[in-house]
């Protein structure tokens, strides 16, 4: 990464944990994190993908947990609608 440059998302996550005080996310979790943020955003208004992982990290469930309930929820919102 340059100073000139941005950083690649990658790299952003990594120095954001690094500040944070914690591990980044792993490949997986970041699948799944994203996966999240795409269901809340074709679920609902695009804001809500990253209030939705804001929310995933407030509650604590595994990412991959978190894919499910909000699945869950799109599938129960479409039915219902």
């Known amino acids: 990464m340059t100073t000139e440059s941005k950083p690649t998302a990658s ?9 944070l005080g914690t591990a980044p996310p792993t490949d997986d979790e970041i699948s799944d994190l994203l996966a999240i943020a795409g269901v809340a955003a074709h679920a ?6 990253p209030l939705t992982t804001w ?3 407030r509650a604590g469930p595994s990412p991959a947990e ?3 309930i909000a699945a869950r929820l799109a599938s129960r919102l479409d039915s219902s609608g």
């Not at 790299?11 to 500040?19: K, N």
């Open 11 to 19: 790299d952003w996550v990594q120095l954001l944990a690094e500040e």
């Open 66 to 68: 978190a894919k499910e």
């Open 44 to 49: 609902s208004e695009r804001t809500a993908a």
């Open 55 to 57: 929310l995933v990290g």
